[in-house]
């Protein structure tokens, strides 16, 4: 039997050397104890030595109740020619206070000779000294190999002896990386392999980039060869193409490759996961991520959507449930009757019993989407569409009309925007006006406030995302412009659409959309 | 030696099955060209019996004068008990008039009893008959065997079956597919290899999907196991996770795994074409893809920046100039200095001239380029920038102010946009209204009107297109916008940029650039 997996995470270091990454103090908590709950080994919250945001983490870190995570602080081997316990960095990592301590040290003797400028001797002595040093006191140390692989390839012995000097320190696993993130899959493969025969009774981790678009085959070829840990980020991010993703690595790992880890059981949370960690460093979800992101599972061709709907693993390599994903059908002018029908199951219409109804609401929504609207992306204006024409609803808010003002005075500096919005709810007449930066914040505001008195579930409701496309752009200013909003109660995300040759009237659409699905939900006890 | 490697591009055909992505017919033209320009082998354009604006697009396509590149037409094989010269949707694909055309049928016996209902015999006949006939008729055939990978782990002797079938009809290549895209690399390798063997006389191609996050690992394992062509899509578009991206596939070939193919010569171009690709599909483009995203060479944390600085390839596993990227330190004032002089030049500056004005100017440009304001397709507004700025250029126009009214009245069932403009131009002041469909073109006819008197080369100019992107889409109606506009005088096109949280500023200062730069070309007798 194969021996079980360690995952190992460093979205909280690594990762945070992506482009527009960054998290705060309490967001790198939050992220710490939601990766513990998931069941990940080892949390990599940071390198004391780099900043004062990650010396503030592990001291709050401290206070955490983990169920069964380790936390690692990361730094750095001793300077040349200092002895360990008088290495100012050294010490922040003791100071942190961790179970475990990550170091990494040098393999290439390139790096060796031009970036450190020391010698192939005091490397070793280096890389000895301060795996010793933090393990006397009381640490459990992973030894980190950078660039391994471009050093072994460079000079396989000093490769390996860099290895033993860490082993002779005291390390409990020898963890080779990829720095660069270039390597193929075949050259990973093998000398893992060397490495693992090298050190049969030491544990042997991996930790890759993504540089060649094979972060995640790399680190599986690695765990392949013999390795028995993983490092990874969560959704890959990290520094240039991103660290190879745990998102996908633990999915493949348990489901295609049937190995054992600790996390397995909470493996129908990992969706979950990925978007809370895109939330806590303000980052939009990948909708074409592997495994977890919203197109994951997504069908639009009618060929897939119709065939899918007749055997699901006819085209799903594996069941979305399993990591909390699902299959949704994308309503599309490519797509027939079938993938209406099963959108509506989907949103709790079942046609089966309309058949007429059926045909004439399918000639609708072409007609619907020729003129520019498209319901992939927008569940919420779907269902108020079906409801409103199967179901014969009328909406609960009735528009008289609204007006939007954008005014620039160069003299003042200054642009102002105001709406107006006069709306009937029941037999009530609410006329309002709000101002804001710009006209569809303006006449988002005034929408609020007509409504609110009535219906004060809306307050709950922001707008999370706002998406403009011309279509047809050739047309210049008479094109049509398709608006797609999302939005959300804290609970439940929604997405709604507007299309029209004027771009307020378009936003219009999906704001009062996005309003009535909120009042619907309400309605429903949502 | 080993054999040059095909590069079939399905970005046009299966590309488009992706999540929000689709190219109007005059964008798959372009995108065609684009990719014959390129070095790419085939071009799969579309199914032309899936809908009417691929056939539209072959039609056009006849008039393309490509100099490699060959298209071609996308299908499925004839429907069970129907001859081949009676299916409708084989006839469709001869009159593609496409010197290639590819096929697709069942492999998998799941497909053959489950969806298509028929037996595994007929679909034998299907396949070779299908083939034979667009054989017969003057087509080069590929065949794409579908689900190929799950129908061998199923019966591999059926398996093969088929493509012996579609061999004997006279296909020149066999594709396998992994069309639920969730194999591994170990898998691929050992069935292509499989495969190879068995037909040793025969192309043997790969199309691979991205589902387990591996589409680029599978499909260099195919080539690396015998296979010599394989199918893809620029960035990966594509349904559910996206196709095998080419943009990584390609470089890996060249750089990493030395293979000949025709478009090795331009490889410095690849970054071009996926930014070409995704302006044409209106996509964002991914700054974290492998090789060609903005951030594949970017240094953020202090140790790679310097060392980075000391020796390149210390952190890089490429040159990124090799693929047309460049190397970014983060936060620091040395980026983009010399695409600037190179951008200055282009657009007929020389800031050689103006060592002290350069250092200024780039730092305007850093705090313009914060603010959301982009000059890559927009040399227009990058030309009256240094002119303003190293030339001391005053604009001709100055505006007074504007407003915007946009107002909408549900019993009238009318929505009205009406605009004010007031400018200086010279001594005289102009103050006009106008009304339009939107509030983008009632600002445009204002601006116009009240230009004309004064420069009345302004009624030549047409706007030609108008984007708009949401930055930071997150904030809501918050964000910031940027609006691009390309205009033409029939002569010369020309694109200008704005950006605001402001929708209707944005747009002015596109307008107003746009009407800027006409005046110049105008002034220089252009």
Not at 91 to 103: C, F, H, Q, R, S
Not at 142 to 162: M, R, S
Not at 197 to 207: I, K, S
Not at 322 to 350: I, P, Q
Request: glycine share 8%; proline share 3%; with cysteine.
């Amino acid at each position: 039997m194969s021996q079980a997996i360690q995952i190992y995470d460093t979205t909280l270091r690594d990762g945070t050397q992506g482009e527009g990454v960054s998290f705060t103090v309490a967001a790198k908590l939050r992220v710490a104890e939601k990766l513990d709950q998931f069941g990940i080994d080892y949390i990599e919250g940071g390198w004391p030595g780099s900043n004062p945001r990650d010396l503030a983490f592990f001291e709050e870190a401290k206070k955490l109740k983990l169920h069964h995570a380790k936390i690692a602080a990361f730094g750095s081997t001793r300077r040349a020619s200092l002895p360990a316990e008088e290495d100012p960095q050294l010490k922040l990592l003791l100071e942190a206070d961790t179970p475990v301590v990550t170091i990494f040290g040098k393999t290439w003797l390139l790096h060796i000779t031009e970036i450190l400028r020391t010698t192939a001797e005091e490397n070793l002595k280096m890389i000895e000294d301060s795996v010793r040093f933090l393990t006397e006191n009381g640490r459990e140390v992973i030894y980190d190999a950078e660039h391994f692989f471009d050093g072994y390839c460079d000079d396989p012995d000093y490769a390996l002896q860099t290895l033993e000097a860490a082993k002779r320190g005291g390390a409990i696993n020898l963890t080779l990386c990829d720095t660069n993130g270039g390597k193929l899959v075949s050259e990973v493969e093998a000398i893992v392999g060397k490495v693992c025969a090298h050190f049969p009774d030491t544990l042997v981790g991996v930790h890759c980039h993504n540089d060649s678009g094979l972060g995640v085959a790399v680190s599986l070829a690695g765990i392949d060869a013999g390795a028995t840990l993983v490092q990874g980020t969560m959704n890959g991010v990290g520094e240039r193409n991103g660290n190879a993703n745990l998102t996908t690595i633990i999915p493949n790992l348990v489901l295609k490759m049937k190995r054992e880890m600790n996390c397995k059981s909470q493996l129908s949370k990992l969706r979950d996961l990925s978007l809370f960690v895109d939330e806590m460093a303000n980052r939009s979800h990948d909708m074409k991520a592997p495994f977890v992101g919203a197109s994951a599972f997504a069908h639009k061709g009618g060929v897939h959507a119709d065939a899918a709907a007749k055997v699901k693993e006819s085209y799903e390599h594996i069941e979305p449930e399993l990591v909390g994903n699902r299959t949704r059908v994308l309503v599309s002018d490519m797509s027939g009757r079938s993938s209406v029908m099963m959108k509506a199951k989907e949103v709790g219409v079942d046609l089966d019993a309309h058949p007429d109804e059926l045909r004439e609401f399918l000639g609708k929504l072409k007609e619907l989407e020729y003129k520019g609207y498209e319901y992939e992306a927008a569940d919420a204006s779907f269902k108020l569409l079906l409801n409103r024409y199967l179901n014969g609803k009328k909406d609960d808010v009735e528009l008289i009309g609204y007006r939007v003002m954008v005014g620039h005075q160069t003299a003042m500096n200054r642009t102002v925007s105001e709406a107006t919005v006069q709306l009937k709810v029941g037999d009530e007449i609410h006329h309002t006006v709000a101002e804001s930066n710009g006209p569809v914040g303006a006449l988002d505001a005034a929408l609020r406030k007509a409504i609110a008195p009535v219906f004060p579930e809306i307050s709950e409701v922001e707008l999370i995302d706002f998406k403009v496309r011309i279509l047809d752009s050739q047309h210049g200013t008479d094109a049509i412009i398709r608006v797609q909003i999302e939005s959300t109660d804290g609970k439940e995300i929604w997405g709604t659409v507007g299309a029209s040759d004027n771009i307020i009237e378009a936003t219009w659409e999906a704001l009062i959309d996005s309003v009535e699905y909120k009042i619907l939900l309400h309605s429903e006890g949502k």
